[in-house]
């Protein structure tokens, strides 16, 4: 295996970065049973080989930082770094989540302007921000269906509706819920088959759980027939906002007639996703089912102060989620406006259709509608050539691009799911383009090129099932064998 020289490799004995003098007199009035016989087993190395270590690491990482990064489904949006400089701010880091509500005044009315306009922009009436990701959202709206029909002393109601085309933690949340999954077939261009779900409906249906646009990116043009049928039948409407991005400043799920959302604030709200930081899943829900939400919410009497609901599903987290994803959400709605919120949906939107029409020669379009946010192709168009979606994915990222998601959703065998989102120019479109074009004459030209690919990445080819098998997460396990 080839890496570079690890920390621990060039470490030497006392070599240090800097020394304040203070390591052994601030311990002095520590008692001698309470400190550590064995020193800890770190790195001794400069300042310097600390900063070179860190500043290598990062350049190994692909980001949207460093370039265009179309991972259908995920919205990795450009984030605007005033974000970071509001949740950054001393007053808000510096809070201790003990701090009773009368000193944190400032932060309280935060958490309750932002559940207001996530509530415009959704059409609920009030949020949570206790869950800390999208499944954990799913899974808060889940155990509130349950309540819901409880309380009304109806047992019976055990199963839940989820798509063929859903994202895995749907099904997976409404298992962890207690629920059983029952799947409804989508039509081919993703959207709900109305007959396969009106068999399905019975007095043992909780709910469904939506994404809306689906995960083909086709708006689901029967939603006010879906929520019909499933509120006659007792259940619940539970929308999966990951898509939301689409939608913004233009249709509110609340219209739709979903009763529950989660919103992934990683995702539509401009939070670094993934390994760059902390996400949020805050759940919004309809008058009704405000009482049912995750204990504490913020509510405004003379003074903000938070609030147990009466029939509150609990706590699903420690204190109040991750406050500062809150701040940065609110900073985005907030600085971007009432038009440009607007904008997020109409350029998201173009953007996809854009790259779907200039490629549609190329590869196979699964759907040939009018588009939402993002678009999926079922591999290469020319299947002869043997190339497989993931060499594609490969081959893009010697190009320097980010692949997109690939074999989801799993109705789409070859698939290649493409959000270019909102945030990206037209110069940098035509580049993506044109390099999947390119990938696409390669495939016929040189197809073992593309079945070797990637070259110019730090790590070749990767075994994706021995790395999701075994990951090695210490560097003493390189050595290994
Ligand atoms: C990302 C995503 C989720 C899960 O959200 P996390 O925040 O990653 O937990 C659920 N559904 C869809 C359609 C998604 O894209």
Do not use: W
């Not at 068999?199 to 879906?226: C, H, R």
């Not at 929520?227 to 609340?254: R, V």
């Not at 509150?312 to 991750?322: A, D, L, T």
């Amino acid at each position: 295996m080839s890496y570079d020289k690890l920390i621990f490799e060039i470490s030497k004995k006392g070599r240090i970065g800097h020394d304040l003098n203070i390591r052994s007199n601030n311990f002095k009035n520590i008692s001698k049973n309470l400190l550590r016989e064995t020193s800890l087993n770190l790195p001794e190395v400069t300042e310097p080989d600390v900063v070179r270590h860190y500043t290598n690491l990062s350049m190994k990482n692909f980001g949207v930082d460093t370039g265009f990064y179309p991972l259908g489904s995920c919205t990795m949006k450009y984030n605007p770094k005033i974000n970071e400089v509001a949740a950054n701010m001393p007053l808000f880091t510096e809070m201790h989540p003990l701090t009773p509500s009368y000193a944190s005044q400032g932060s309280l009315e935060i958490m309750y302007e932002t559940g207001k306009l996530l509530g415009e922009i959704t059409g609920m009436d009030y949020f949570s921000f206790a869950p800390f990701a999208g499944a954990h959202g799913e899974l808060v709206g889940l155990m509130i269906i349950k309540k819901y029909h409880h309380l009304k002393k109806d047992f019976k109601r055990t199963k839940i509706i989820v798509p063929d085309s859903a994202h895995g933690t749907n099904p997976a949340s409404a298992s962890v819920a207690g629920f059983e999954t029952v799947e409804v077939k989508s039509n081919k261009d993703g959207t709900v088959d109305i007959n396969s779900l009106k068999e399905l409906l019975s007095d043992e249906i909780a709910g469904i759980m939506l994404t809306n646009p689906n995960t083909l990116g086709i708006f689901e043009k029967d939603i006010l027939k879906i929520s019909e049928l499933i509120h006659d039948a007792g259940g619940l409407l539970y929308y999966d906002g990951a898509n939301l991005n689409a939608l913004l400043g233009k249709g509110k799920p609340g219209l739709m007639g979903f009763d529950i959302v989660h919103l992934n604030v990683h995702k539509t709200f401009s939070t670094p996703h993934g390994g760059g930081g902390p996400g949020a899943g805050p759940v919004g829900v309809v008058e009704h089912l405000k009482e049912l939400l995750p204990s504490p919410v913020v509510i405004k009497r003379d003074k903000y102060e938070f609030y147990n609901p009466k029939h509150s599903i609990g706590r699903v987290g420690k204190f109040y989620g991750n406050f500062g994803v809150v701040v940065k959400t609110n900073a985005y709605i907030k600085t971007l406006g009432k038009q440009a919120l607007e904008n997020v949906g109409n350029y998201a939107v173009l953007n996809t259709n854009y790259i779907k029409e200039s490629l549609r020669d190329y590869y196979l379009l699964v759907v040939d509608e009018v588009n939402m946010h993002e678009v999926v192709f079922d591999g290469l168009k020319d299947k002869s050539t043997g190339i497989k979606t993931l060499d594609v994915a490969k081959r893009l990222l010697d190009y320097g691009v980010h692949p997109p998601t690939i074999y989801f959703p799993l109705i789409v065998n070859e698939a290649m799911m493409i959000e270019p989102v909102e945030t990206e120019s037209k110069e940098t479109l035509d580049n993506f383009i044109n390099v999947m074009k390119l990938i696409a004459k390669e495939a016929k030209e040189n197809p073992e090129l593309l079945k070797n690919a990637p070259y110019n990445t730090k790590v070749r080819r990767l075994d994706e099932v021995l790395a999701a098998r075994k990951p090695i997460l210490k560097y003493k396990d390189l050595f290994k064998e």
